[in-house]
């Protein structure tokens, strides 16, 4: 009798899609993917869904709604392994520029009507509310890490994903290094690798879409910034983009705000 | 007869969170709701403080679809307020980007979204069993213009490579002619994928739209234009929000706009190729003549075909700016930040994507206002459903909700962008 095949599930909090869509976008892979497991649920990808339990989740988005801080915790009780895919749902994404300031004022700014408007105060990453399994990096994650990740959980092994800096991507690329040559504020030195050092590629300094690398030294880099001429408004801004909520550049970017 | 609710609670194949609830009484549609739950994520107002310079990398993650649209709206805007024109090769290669963009979202949305409504499956993955060749094809299709943008941009999803002023690196002419052998393979498969979706079966269905959409002098429209409609409008896209208004409805995350006069209107693929037949090649005329189109389309359940002439459009147009191209001497023109307003209208695949920004004297935001297709469409659905059910009330409740779902899936809705959208529900109560 032909095995089971394992059953995928992928989830969306708040997000713009695009880790979904990195799914969508492995052209060449995806075929063989959808042969080599039963996608049970993917709300973007098709109308049939099948019920739990799941051998394999994947969650694109952050938590910002009690509906959806509630919908997570029951998509970790029918998941045996749990991943988060992209910035937002590892770190709470772009929407967490929220919880620096008062949502109240922000839904006053966007909406006509506010008060029809269900938002919780904070946008927080899927860790905060229920233990992850492994967090795929990115905005948007590298669709290679991705695939690498969804194939060690399916032949039943960890996964294997850098911890180093951009900084080693680029000198494997032979990169002119933007920060020094060019005097670019490059966030390089400590975000997380995974996109091949895509920036300093095409001449322009890392924004850190990867999030922090492990153990990142982020006073010692604005320090270098700050002798290229950048203003502590400058710095706040560098370190709160796609991560801000990451505890690294939260800290870092706290320490230059008056 | 009696009353009952059609609901959709999950809208499948759409991007993006969104629900479909209507209520039947007494034989007539009495009320439908396009609920649109996509928690908000407020980008006008976190956008207010941030220099100009990271209004393209911030507003691309509005939506992972369409990332260059955000782009490009977001760059024409800043530099109409820095006074600042971006021509020649340029503007060749931002239009370039665009064309990768929409073969991407247009060939993901015809076989991967929309063919299988038609075909009677749930999705592609199922279709693939029975269509194996077809969906290969597809996804070769939307890999061509992958390709493209990865090229330019450095990568499919929120590209890096775009700067208000143009580029942070060009292309050699060289570099750019390794794309064409693949692009000459989309140019027939857009062609073939055009002939293969004008067979299936429409229903009857030609609602009297309101057509909006950018029309220019001499191109089909991308990045420029003024703002025409089938109803007369002709206005410059500073007049947007003279002519146009947002409300907000106590059941949707997604503000709806209509034209302040007339009400709802439709953008998007339909109203592009209705309001500018005569600018699409003679190549991408004809596939759309063979396929049975007149000059002007207004059955939305068609726009499958019109999206598979416009990815046709989009290689030609590759193509053509592939040929024409020299590598400019600088990749963007310089900036200097001044305190003004400007305005941004291009063509999302999925219609016009209108932003407003205003700086200061240091370049930062003051104020942003972003306004995406699927908002601008979702009045237009709601009438769209009401429509089409009432004729079709007798019909099974099973089918009557797939087709309600496949109406909305005519707009290739993108409610990651609206809520700044799919579960249907009827209601025969």
């Given at each position: 009798?032909?095995?089971?095949?394992?059953?995928?599930?992928?989830?969306?909090?708040?997000?713009?899609?695009?880790?979904?869509?990195?799914?969508?976008?492995?052209?060449?892979?995806?075929?063989?993917?959808?042969?080599?497991?039963?996608?049970?649920?993917?709300?973007?990808?098709?109308?049939?869904?099948?019920?739990?339990?799941?051998?394999?989740?994947?969650?694109?988005?952050?938590?910002?709604?009690?509906?959806?801080?509630?919908?997570?915790?029951?998509?970790?009780?029918?998941?045996?392994?749990?991943?988060?895919?992209?910035?937002?749902?590892?770190?709470?994404?772009?929407?967490?520029?929220?919880?620096?300031?008062?949502?109240?004022?922000?839904?006053?700014?966007?909406?006509?009507?506010?008060?029809?408007?269900?938002?919780?105060?904070?946008?927080?990453?899927?860790?905060?509310?229920?233990?992850?399994?492994?967090?795929?990096?990115?905005?948007?994650?590298?669709?290679?890490?991705?695939?690498?990740?969804?194939?060690?959980?399916?032949?039943?092994?960890?996964?294997?994903?850098?911890?180093?800096?951009?900084?080693?991507?680029?000198?494997?690329?032979?990169?002119?290094?933007?920060?020094?040559?060019?005097?670019?504020?490059?966030?390089?030195?400590?975000?997380?690798?995974?996109?091949?050092?895509?920036?300093?590629?095409?001449?322009r300094a890392c924004y850190a879409c990867f999030g922090p690398k492990e153990t990142p030294n982020t006073a010692s880099l604005s320090?270098?910034?700050?002798?290229?001429?950048?203003?502590?408004?400058?710095?706040?801004?560098?370190?709160?983009?796609?991560?801000?909520?990451?505890?690294?550049?939260?800290?870092?970017?706290?320490?230059?705000?008056? | 007869?009696?009353?009952?609710?059609?609901?959709?609670?999950?809208?499948?194949?759409?991007?993006?969170?969104?629900?479909?609830?209507?209520?039947?009484?007494?034989?007539?549609?009495?009320?439908?709701?396009?609920?649109?739950?996509?928690?908000?994520?407020?980008?006008?107002?976190?956008?207010?403080?941030?220099?100009?310079?990271?209004?393209?990398?911030?507003?691309?993650?509005?939506?992972?679809?369409?990332?260059?649209?955000?782009?490009?709206?977001?760059?024409?805007?800043?530099?109409?307020?820095?006074?600042?024109?971006?021509?020649?090769?340029?503007?060749?290669?931002?239009?370039?980007?665009?064309?990768?963009?929409?073969?991407?979202?247009?060939?993901?949305?015809?076989?991967?979204?929309?063919?299988?409504?038609?075909?009677?499956?749930?999705?592609?993955?199922?279709?693939?069993?029975?269509?194996?060749?077809?969906?290969?094809?597809?996804?070769?299709?939307?890999?061509?213009?992958?390709?493209?943008?990865?090229?330019?941009?450095?990568?499919?999803?929120?590209?890096?490579?775009?700067?208000?002023?143009?580029?942070?690196?060009?292309?050699?002419?060289?570099?750019?002619?390794?794309?064409?052998?693949?692009?000459?393979?989309?140019?027939?498969?857009?062609?073939?994928?055009?002939?293969?979706?004008?067979?299936?079966?429409?229903?009857?269905?030609?609602?009297?739209?309101?057509?909006?959409?950018?029309?220019?002098?001499?191109?089909?429209?991308?990045?420029?234009?003024?703002?025409?409609?089938?109803?007369?409008?002709?206005?410059?896209?500073?007049?947007?929000?003279?002519?146009?208004?947002?409300?907000?409805?106590?059941?949707?995350?997604?503000?709806?706009?209509?034209?302040?006069?007339?009400?709802?209107?439709?953008?998007?693929?339909?109203?592009?190729?209705?309001?500018?037949?005569?600018?699409?090649?003679?190549?991408?005329?004809?596939?759309?003549?063979?396929?049975?189109?007149?000059?002007?389309?207004?059955?939305?359940?068609?726009?499958?075909?019109?999206?598979?002439?416009?990815?046709?459009?989009?290689?030609?147009?590759?193509?053509?700016?592939?040929?024409?191209?020299?590598?400019?001497?600088?990749?963007?023109?310089?900036?200097?930040?001044?305190?003004?307003?400007?305005?941004?209208?291009?063509?999302?695949?999925?219609?016009?994507?209108?932003?407003?920004?205003?700086?200061?004297?240091?370049?930062?935001?003051?104020?942003?206002?972003?306004?995406?297709?699927?908002?601008?469409?979702?009045?237009?659905?709601?009438?769209?459903?009401?429509?089409?059910?009432?004729?079709?009330?007798?019909?099974?409740?099973?089918?009557?909700?797939?087709?309600?779902?496949?109406?909305?899936?005519?707009?290739?809705?993108?409610?990651?962008?609206?809520?700044?959208?799919?579960?249907?529900?009827?209601?025969?109560?």
């Amino acid at each position: 009798m032909a095995k089971k095949k394992p059953k995928l599930a992928v989830w969306k909090f708040a997000s713009c899609d695009g880790c979904q869509l990195t799914l969508l976008d492995c052209e060449d892979e995806l075929v063989t993917l959808a042969g080599a497991v039963e996608i049970a649920y993917f709300v973007e990808a098709s109308r049939s869904h099948v019920r739990g339990p799941y051998d394999l989740s994947l969650v694109d988005g952050s938590i910002t709604t009690l509906h959806d801080a509630d919908l997570v915790q029951e998509v970790r009780r029918t998941s045996k392994v749990l991943v988060t895919l992209g910035a937002c749902a590892t770190a709470g994404g772009i929407q967490t520029l929220r919880n620096f300031t008062d949502v109240e004022e922000y839904a006053a700014a966007v909406y006509p009507r506010p008060e029809y408007i269900e938002t919780l105060k904070t946008s927080t990453p899927v860790s905060a509310h229920v233990p992850v399994d492994c967090e795929v990096r990115g905005c948007p994650p590298n669709k290679g890490q991705l695939l690498s990740v969804v194939g060690a959980y399916l032949q039943g092994r960890a996964p294997v994903l850098p911890q180093y800096s951009v900084c080693l991507e680029c000198k494997l690329r032979g990169n002119i290094c933007v920060l020094v040559a060019r005097g670019l504020p490059c966030m390089g030195p400590v975000t997380m690798a995974g996109c091949g050092a895509l920036c300093p590629t095409y001449h322009r300094a890392c924004y850190a879409c990867f999030g922090p690398k492990e153990t990142p030294n982020t006073a010692s880099l604005s320090g270098r910034f700050k002798g290229l001429k950048l203003k502590e408004d400058q710095l706040v801004r560098l370190f709160r983009t796609f991560y801000a909520g990451a505890e690294a550049f939260r800290q870092e970017s706290e320490a230059h705000e008056k | 007869m009696k009353s009952k609710t059609i609901k959709v609670p999950h809208l499948a194949r759409v991007e993006g969170e969104g629900g479909l609830h209507i209520k039947i009484k007494g034989g007539r549609v009495e009320e439908v709701k396009l609920q649109i739950f996509e928690p908000p994520r407020f980008f006008e107002a976190f956008l207010r403080g941030r220099h100009f310079t990271e209004a393209p990398d911030l507003t691309s993650r509005v939506c992972g679809i369409c990332p260059v649209a955000y782009q490009m709206s977001a760059v024409h805007a800043l530099e109409d307020a820095l006074d600042v024109k971006v021509t020649g090769p340029l503007r060749a290669l931002r239009r370039l980007l665009y064309c990768g963009e929409w073969i991407e979202s247009h060939a993901l949305h015809i076989l991967m979204l929309h063919a299988p409504d038609f075909l009677g499956y749930p999705d592609a993955f199922r279709m693939a069993r029975d269509h194996p060749e077809m969906v290969k094809l597809g996804l070769r299709l939307k890999k061509a213009g992958n390709t493209l943008v990865a090229f330019l941009g450095g990568r499919e999803i929120h590209p890096i490579n775009v700067r208000v002023g143009g580029f942070y690196q060009v292309p050699t002419r060289s570099e750019l002619a390794t794309l064409t052998d693949e692009l000459k393979w989309a140019r027939d498969t857009a062609r073939e994928t055009v002939r293969w979706a004008s067979g299936f079966d429409f229903p009857d269905f030609e609602p009297d739209y309101e057509f909006v959409a950018l029309r220019h002098e001499s191109e089909y429209p991308l990045n420029e234009g003024r703002l025409v409609s089938s109803q007369g409008l002709d206005i410059g896209i500073k007049e947007y929000e003279d002519h146009f208004e947002e409300t907000q409805a106590p059941y949707s995350h997604a503000l709806q706009s209509a034209h302040r006069g007339r009400g709802p209107y439709l953008v998007g693929p339909l109203a592009r190729f209705s309001l500018n037949f005569d600018r699409l090649p003679p190549l991408a005329q004809d596939a759309a003549r063979d396929a049975g189109l007149g000059p002007v389309c207004r059955n939305p359940f068609q726009s499958i075909i019109v999206r598979g002439v416009e990815i046709l459009f989009a290689v030609e147009e590759a193509l053509s700016i592939i040929d024409a191209y020299e590598m400019p001497e600088d990749p963007a023109v310089p900036l200097e930040p001044r305190p003004a307003t400007g305005f941004g209208c291009t063509e999302a695949p999925r219609g016009i994507l209108f932003h407003r920004y205003e700086i200061d004297h240091q370049g930062l935001i003051v104020k942003a206002k972003l306004v995406p297709p699927t908002a601008q469409n979702q009045k237009m659905m709601e009438r769209d459903l009401h429509d089409y059910v009432t004729p079709r009330l007798d019909l099974p409740d099973d089918k009557l909700t797939w087709q309600c779902e496949q109406l909305i899936r005519n707009y290739d809705p993108c409610i990651s962008c609206a809520t700044h959208f799919l579960r249907v529900d009827i209601d025969r109560g």
